[in-house]
């Protein structure tokens, strides 16, 4: 076995004479045991609450969306359609038109995105199936609607309402003075038959109707679409597939995925991430100066010890490695028990709910490879540098 470490094995495990030693290295001890479960645990509720936040816009944003790079649309041949059908990585897609339009019920009105979506979208979004609030999902080639629970709330607008007309006003294109409503504006009478509840951003945004009606009411061609919602099929090449469809439109479009259609989003909630894991970081490292602090001393104590084994002929480096071992083993049975505590934490959160934010919503964690990775590299590193730190102290002055 090696010299060095053999030595730091007998230094970790047995008892110093001085209670001072025993003291300050059970404080340390329990500080990186302590740090690298908080750190754990810490993470693990940020990837929750990431993942709570992130569900509302997966259920609602596709895998893949193309959007014109110039205008509000572009057209969609048939040749190009049939190319889109023969992409084996894509499950489904759908052809979508949306513009802010003007809604009126009961003498309220209220601006907002009118959503024209073709039959497919039930099989490429989930929002027909896991968000519908009350009532259901529209019909093809009708004039029903389904709008959002926030919109519903503004108007008062409620279903099946025939005493009162829920009226879409589109501005007409064209040039020309305007002697007539009819003349300024498309419109048309919706009934709602379905309320959709995602969250209040989202609530407040869409009200969704046939795919051919909002393109007669914004008077487009029947080729002419505002974007193409894609869903993937799992474990597929992201990447080629949108080369693929830069190459059907001769980039002419530009493809987003799920994190580039929410970048402000990610980027917050990962800014979120690594401010927290800086902070805790730092409280790691506050708690390792106890591990500096036991190492001098201890190094102080083992003086003697030190000089018969540097007059036996040790080097000074072996001598410093017995420390530098000292502490990263130290370091890494602690962050070990401390991982264990927190993956134990973790668990029974997600087992039996124990801490709630509310009645009905238990705290989001996740458990996470990920996150142990990240807990257990910082553990290490910041023992390692500071048992560096401590061990520096043993030089041949100190043995003179």
Avoid at 155 to 163: A, E, P, Q
Avoid at 371 to 392: K, M, R, Y
């Amino acid at each position: 076995m090696n010299f060095s470490l053999y030595i730091a094995k007998r230094y970790l495990f047995s008892k110093s004479k001085n209670n001072a030693i025993n003291i300050i290295t059970g404080i340390a001890s329990m500080g990186i045991i302590v740090g690298a479960m908080a750190l754990f645990v810490v993470l693990s509720v940020f990837s929750g609450l990431r993942d709570f936040s992130l569900s509302f816009s997966n259920d609602f944003d596709p895998d893949l969306k193309i959007n014109p790079t110039t205008g509000k649309s572009f057209q969609v041949t048939l040749a190009q359609e049939n190319q889109l059908n023969k992409i084996e990585g894509i499950a489904s897609y759908s052809k979508v038109v949306e513009e802010r339009v003007l809604f009126f019920f009961d003498g309220k009105e209220q601006v907002t995105y009118l959503k024209g979506v073709d039959a497919n979208y039930t099989k490429t979004n989930l929002i027909a199936k896991n968000n519908i609030f009350n009532g259901k999902w529209f019909k093809p080639n009708t004039y029903q609607v389904v709008v959002g629970y926030g919109i519903s709330q503004k108007l008062s607008l409620g279903l099946f309402d025939f005493n009162n007309p829920f009226e879409v006003y589109v501005p007409r294109k064209g040039k020309g003075i305007i002697e007539s409503e009819a003349d300024a504006f498309n419109k048309t009478t919706l009934i709602p038959i379905g309320i959709y509840a995602v969250s209040e951003d989202l609530d407040s945004k869409y009200v969704f109707c046939d795919l051919t009606l909002t393109q007669q009411l914004l008077e487009l061609k029947a080729t002419q679409v505002s974007a193409i919602e894609i869903k993937l099929k799992p474990n597929v090449d992201e990447t080629g597939i949108k080369e693929r469809l830069n190459s059907i439109f001769e980039n002419k479009v530009e493809v987003k995925n799920r994190a580039q259609l929410n970048a402000t989003l990610y980027k917050m909630l990962n800014t979120e991430n690594i401010a927290v894991y800086l902070i805790f970081t730092l409280v790691i490292i506050i708690a390792l100066f106890n591990l500096i602090g036991a190492l001098i001393m201890m190094i102080l104590d083992k003086k003697s010890n030190l000089k018969t084994l540097f007059n036996l002929g040790s080097e000074i480096k072996d001598l410093k490695k017995i420390f530098l071992l000292q502490g990263s083993l130290l370091s890494v049975f602690g962050g070990i028990i401390g991982l264990v505590l927190g993956i134990i934490i973790v668990l029974i959160q997600q087992q039996f709910n124990l801490i709630m934010i509310n009645e009905t919503l238990a705290y989001p964690v996740v458990f996470s490879i990920q996150n142990v990775a990240i807990v257990f590299a910082t553990i290490i590193s910041l023992g390692i540098l500071s048992s560096w730190i401590a061990s520096s102290r043993v030089s041949k002055k100190l043995l003179d």
